[in-house]
C-alpha cells in the first residue's frame, strides 16, 4: 500500500519578488533526495496572485503540487493603502477567514506563509497546524523585524530624524537613518504599523526559512540561532527561480543584442518587478548614462500616468550602437546577468536582484528604491564588500544626480583598486553561492532537515 504523503500547505504573496522563490522552495522541498516522494504541496492561492503564480509555469504534469483557489473577494485597490507593505497585509488579513475554510478542507501537516500574512497563524493554530514562514528576503532585515517591536517601544521619534544609529541585536554594526527600510521611515503609516505586527508575530512561528545563506550573513545568522526567544531560523538560500520565462519562445532581443557586445563590457540597469522612476529621474539618469561613454542595457519603467515616457532628446541619438533601453518590457533578468558580456548591474537592491548577481559573479552598484533595499544596500556595500551604493537624496524621492550616475557607472566598470576588491570578493560570494545548495552544502543540509521535520509531523 502506498504510503500517505505529508501535505503542505503554501499560502504565498502576489509580485514577482515574493511568489517565484516561494515556488522555487516548493519545488526543492519535494525534489530533495530526502523527500522520497514522501511529501506534497497545495498552494492557497489568492485570485490577486494566479496570474504571476501561473505565469512561472508550475509544475502540471506532477499531481505533487495542487493549486486550492480561494475566494475572489472584494480587495482595497493600492491606491487606498498606505503603500504596497499595508497593501498585502490588509489582503492577508481578509482572507483569514477563508484559508481558515481551505485548511479545514485540505488538511495538511503544516501551512507555510509569505511574512506579511502572519495574520493568518490564529487560523491555523486553531486548527491544531503550525505555521512556518517562507521570508524570501534576508536575515539582516528579519534581525531588525524581530527587534521592531522593542524599538517601538523604546525610540519615540522617527527614524529619518535619529541623528544616530539603531542597534539591532546580531548585527556587527548599527543602522544608520540613510539605511533604514522606506516603511519604517514613517512612524505614521500603516506600512510602519503592519512590519512592527509582523515583527512581533513572527515569535508565534513553528520556523523561519531565510532564503539566504550562512556565507552571507554569518554574525547574524549565529545570533538568530542562539536567541531562544526566537523560532528555529532555516537558511536555505539561495533559491532563485533561474529559468523564469525560458520555456519555449524566442529568445528576447536584449540576449541577442548583448551577443554582439564584447565580454564584460556592458552595464546593466534594472529596478526589480514593482519599482518605477519618475520622468525626471529617467531624464537625469539618461544624460548619466550618456555621458559615462560606456555600453548599456537599461530595463526601464515609468511611474504611470507621468508624461509620455521619453528620453531626452538626442539621448537615442548619442548612444546609439552601445545602449539598448527596453522601455515598460520585462528583461530576462537572470539571463541578462549569466550573459558574458556583461560587467557590472545597477539595481534596486531587491533581495532577488542581489542573490542573482552574486550567484552569477557580477558587481553592482545599488540604487534604494522602497521595501527593505536601503538596508540590502548597506549590507552589500559596508558588510559584504561585494557592491557600492549609489549616493541618492533620500527626501528627494531617492534621487540621483546625473553627476553621481556617470561616476557611479565608470567606477563599476573601471579598474580602481576598489572595484577590483569588489570584483573578487563577488567571485568568492558567487562560489560560496553555489557550494550552500549542492550535496552537502549548508543549505542543502538545512533543507533536508526541514524535510526530516515536515515528515515527522503528525497527520492532520
Ligand atoms: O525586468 C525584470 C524585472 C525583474 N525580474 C526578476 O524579478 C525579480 C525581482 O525581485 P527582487 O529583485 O527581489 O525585487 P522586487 O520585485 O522589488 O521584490 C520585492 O520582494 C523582495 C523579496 O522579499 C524584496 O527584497 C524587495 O525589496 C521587494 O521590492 C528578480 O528575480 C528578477 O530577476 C526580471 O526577470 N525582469
New binding site residues.
Given amino acids: 500500500m502506498a504510503m500517505k504523503k505529508c501535505n503542505l500547505a503554501f499560502l504565498p504573496a502576489d509580485?514577482?519578488?515574493?511568489i517565484?522563490?516561494t515556488l522555487e522552495f516548493a519545488k526543492r522541498l519535494l525534489l530533495h533526495p530526502s523527500a522520497a516522494g514522501r511529501l506534497s504541496v497545495t498552494f492557497l492561492l489568492m485570485p490577486v496572485c494566479a496570474s504571476s503564480f501561473f505565469s512561472l509555469n508550475p509544475p502540471s504534469s506532477t499531481t505533487d503540487i495542487a493549486v486550492h483557489l480561494l475566494p475572489d473577494l472584494a480587495v482595497p485597490s493600492r491606491l487606498e493603502t498606505d503603500g504596497?507593505e499595508d497593501y498585502i497585509s490588509r489582503v492577508f488579513q481578509l482572507y483569514a477567514p477563508h484559508v481558515k475554510s481551505a485548511l479545514a478542507a485540505t488538511a495538511p501537516a503544516a501551512l507555510i506563509i509569505d511574512?506579511f500574512a502572519t495574520t493568518v497563524i490564529d487560523a491555523a493554530s486553531d486548527l491544531q497546524i503550525p505555521t512556518y514562514v517562507f521570508?524570501?528576503?534576508?536575515a539582516t532585515?528579519l534581525a531588525l523585524m524581530l527587534h521592531l517591536p522593542a524599538l517601538h517601544d523604546e525610540i519615540p521619534e522617527e527614524f529619518e530624524l535619529l541623528q544616530g544609529e539603531i542597534k539591532v541585536p546580531g548585527l556587527a554594526a548599527g543602522i544608520p537613518p540613510k539605511s533604514m527600510p522606506a516603511p519604517l521611515m514613517n512612524k505614521k503609516s500603516r506600512c510602519y504599523t503592519w512590519l512592527v505586527y509582523h515583527g512581533r508575530r513572527f515569535k508565534d512561528l513553528r520556523g523561519i526559512i531565510t532564503?539566504t545563506l550562512r556565507a552571507f550573513e554569518p554574525q547574524v545568522l549565529s545570533a538568530l540561532e542562539s536567541d531562544r526567544s526566537v523560532p528555529p531560523v532555516h537558511p536555505v538560500g539561495p533559491v532563485?527561480?533561474l529559468d523564469?520565462?525560458a520555456a519555449g519562445g524566442e529568445r528576447h532581443e536584449c540576449l541577442r543584442w548583448l551577443d554582439a557586445q564584447p565580454a564584460a563590457s556592458v552595464v546593466f540597469l534594472?529596478?526589480?518587478?514593482?519599482?518605477r522612476m519618475t520622468e525626471a529621474q529617467a531624464a537625469e539618469t539618461a544624460v548619466g548614462i550618456e555621458r559615462s561613454g560606456l555600453r548599456f542595457l537599461w530595463?526601464l519603467?515609468l511611474v504611470e500616468s507621468e508624461g509620455d515616457g521619453r528620453l531626452p532628446a538626442g539621448f537615442r541619438e548619442a548612444t546609439n550602437g552601445r545602449g539598448m533601453v527596453?522601455v515598460e518590457?520585462?528583461?530576462?533578468?537572470?539571463?541578462?546577468?549569466a550573459h558574458a558580456a556583461v560587467g557590472g548591474f545597477v539595481?534596486?537592491?531587491?533581495?532577488?536582484?542581489?542573490?542573482?548577481s552574486l550567484w552569477f559573479g557580477v558587481p553592482m552598484v545599488t540604487w534604494?528604491?522602497?521595501?527593505?533595499?536601503h538596508l540590502?544596500a548597506m549590507m552589500m556595500s559596508a558588510e559584504m564588500g561585494v557592491a557600492a551604493e549609489m549616493e541618492i537624496d533620500r527626501h528627494r524621492g531617492g534621487w540621483a544626480t546625473a553627476k553621481e550616475v556617470e561616476m557611479k557607472l565608470n567606477w563599476l566598470m573601471g579598474e580602481s583598486e576598489d572595484v577590483r576588491k569588489v570584483r573578487e570578493r563577488v567571485r568568492e560570494m558567487k562560489v560560496a553561492s553555489r557550494a550552500a545548495v549542492e550535496i552537502g552544502g549548508q543549505s542543502y543540509d538545512w533543507l533536508e532537515s526541514l524535510v526530516t521535520e515536515f515528515k515527522r509531523l503528525p497527520e492532520q
Avoid: D, I, K, Y
Fill in positions: 509580485g514577482a519578488g515574493h517565484a522563490s504596497g511574512f521570508f524570501s528576503t534576508n532585515f532564503n532563485l527561480c523564469r520565462g534594472c529596478f526589480g518587478s514593482l519599482s530595463s519603467r527596453v518590457g520585462w528583461v530576462p533578468q537572470a539571463a541578462v546577468l539595481t534596486h537592491g531587491g533581495w532577488n536582484s542581489c542573490l542573482e534604494p528604491m522602497g521595501a527593505e533595499q540590502n
